[in-house]
């Protein structure tokens, strides 16, 4: 009983002392200071572009909240927009008001941090902005020319004029390009994070570094075990860049990106190296120039189209020889092709199946054409007959003639700026188009600017690039 009589009298004791504190009043001297709140206006854009060793400029305009106060400290840093585990960039440009200095940084994304400090209160505050440094080589287009020693290089024709000569062998020095080189594709991997170049010869390919263009690796390291014969035709991702397709001597080799490819997707085929890649995943649309019909790829097999009375055409059996293909509208894609009768037609295709057959044997010359490139935006495509640029109106089965360049000029090549990746978007894709001429001594790039029916803005070219070697393919390489 006693010691359960100590025990509530302890537990009062406790309250009492608690009910006491909660009563005490604090005299102490805690008076409030209204602080000096700054914000940022705006001056620009919040993404800032800048070419590497050129000025990195950004003005500033502050408020304050309580009249303009000179005792300030500013500081601009730079940091990796993806930063490291461990490493990576972290350091002080600048500690001026208005940021001006020469960018060093190497080609890449950086967060760019503009902090101003109050003086008085040591209260800082602060605003990020997205910073873009990019080199010669980061925009432009890719372009193999031919000397006249009848060695290839890559050459990159920059937005701005500049023309980078020999980019391959600068890069690699005592290397040169796969013999044959005829392809070079641009590529955007996970999600937009990453960029790929790739440029394929005649029994031989390599991948380089998109910033300097240094050789990563060959076709010999991108198998398990590498097949005897090698011809490489094309390469692409699909649109998430998660997933690579590749056709070498009419085989297709898939698989994850940066994972060496096995053995090729069984089957006897002969697939041309005009196919449509699925969205997002490891499969594609193509195309067996010897049974001259479509299969569709996925699951690692080769599966035949389903019948469907309401399709364009049958897919399985076309009859037909493709000579060109490309993106259609609405993630289609498009094949010009002929019967055995040399009868030209576009056939349209989705990763469903047949879209529709189209006979265009009206549009001039067709038959004759070198050069063919399909637009993604509208229904018609752009087509070279010596040196004469027509565009074909697929739908109404005509063509007109949109551009004639000099009587001694060839169209050796030409591209449409094309995005192939969800996550990179051009403010002129389809809408720009870059021809390669070849007079037998020099030669020439142009590029024109497409309006809403399909010709050219002005009749003209937008620019030119002159005393090229003989332009052989072109690519563009986005901003990176």
Request: aromatic share 14%; with cysteine; charged share 20%.
């Amino acid at each position: 009983m006693n010691t359960m009589k100590r025990y509530i009298n302890s537990i009062a004791f406790l309250m009492i002392i608690f009910l006491c504190q909660s009563c005490y009043k604090d005299k102490g001297n805690y008076d409030t200071t209204e602080i000096n709140e700054i914000s940022f206006e705006k001056i620009g854009s919040d993404t800032v572009q800048v070419s590497q060793f050129d000025t990195l400029s950004v003005q500033t305009l502050l408020k304050h909240t309580m009249g303009n106060n000179d005792d300030l400290a500013y500081k601009w840093s730079v940091y990796d927009f993806n930063p490291p585990i461990s490493g990576g960039t972290n350091e002080t440009l600048s500690t001026s008001k208005d940021l001006a200095v020469i960018c060093g940084l190497g080609p890449g994304n950086y967060t760019l941090l503009y902090t101003v400090t109050d003086n008085k209160t040591g209260v800082s505050f602060f605003k990020k902005y997205f910073l873009q440094v990019s080199s010669a080589f980061s925009e432009g287009w890719l372009m193999i020319g031919e000397g006249s020693d009848a060695k290839r290089d890559l050459h990159l024709l920059n937005p701005s004029g500049q023309i980078v000569r020999d980019i391959y062998a600068t890069a690699n020095p005592g290397t040169e390009l796969p013999k044959g080189a005829h392809t070079v594709r641009v590529l955007t991997t996970f999600f937009g994070g990453s960029q790929d170049i790739y440029i394929l010869g005649e029994d031989d390919a390599v991948r380089v570094f998109y910033t300097n263009f240094m050789k990563l690796n060959s076709l010999k390291d991108w198998y398990i075990e590498l097949p005897k014969e090698n011809k490489p035709l094309n390469i692409m991702y699909d649109q998430i860049g998660f997933n690579v397709m590749f056709i070498s001597n009419g085989m297709m080799f898939s698989n994850q990106i940066n994972t060496r490819y096995a053995a090729a997707l069984p089957g006897n085929y002969n697939f041309s190296k005009y196919f449509l890649p699925f969205p997002s995943s490891e499969g594609a649309v193509v195309y067996d120039v010897t049974a001259k019909r479509f299969f569709l790829l996925n699951g690692k097999r080769v599966n035949a189209f389903a019948d469907s009375e309401t399709a364009g055409f049958n897919m399985n059996n076309v009859g037909m020889t493709p000579l060109f293909g490309g993106p259609a509208p609405s993630s289609q894609y498009s094949f010009l092709m002929k019967d055995n009768a040399a009868i030209p037609y576009v056939l349209r295709i989705s990763t469903s199946g047949a879209v529709s057959k189209t006979k265009v044997d009206q549009a001039e010359e067709i038959s004759k054409a070198t050069q063919m490139v399909f637009s993604g935006l509208y229904f018609h495509a752009y087509y070279a007959v010596g040196n004469k640029l027509y565009l074909l109106d697929i739908a109404n089965n005509k063509s007109t003639l949109v551009y004639q360049f000099s009587t001694a000029e060839r169209i050796s090549t030409m591209s449409l700026k094309q995005s192939t990746s969800q996550f990179v978007g051009f403010p002129d894709n389809n809408r720009t188009l870059a021809v390669g001429t070849y007079d037998g001594s020099k030669g020439k790039v142009y590029t024109f600017s497409i309006d809403n029916v399909g010709t050219f803005v002005g009749g003209e070219h937008t620019m030119l690039f002159d005393n090229l070697e003989k332009p052989i393919t072109l690519q563009y390489k986005n901003r990176k």
